[in-house]
């Protein structure tokens, strides 16, 4: 697993630039990333950030 962003705000940066360069959706990403999906959304959540299949990134 890599050493992702616990802070949020950090989180939501480092997930939309991963997403944005290197993979073409978000189950990709947590795939290769070693993270569970669910938590990933869960704490983007909680700052009122939602993945957007369209735009493959959290808006």
């Known amino acids: 697993m890599f050493n992702i962003p616990k802070d ?6 480092y997930i939309n ?9 978000l189950e990709e990403c947590c ?5 569970q999906e669910e938590d990933l959304t869960l704490s983007l959540a909680a ?10 990134q959290f808006v």
Not at 8 to 13: F, G, I, R, Y
Not at 47 to 56: A, E, H, L, P, T
């Open 8 to 13: 949020p705000a950090m989180l939501l940066s």
């Open 17 to 25: 630039t991963q997403l944005r360069d290197y993979y073409p959706s």
């Open 31 to 35: 795939h290769s990333l070693g993270i």
């Open 47 to 56: 700052i009122n950030y939602y993945y957007d299949r369209g735009r493959n």
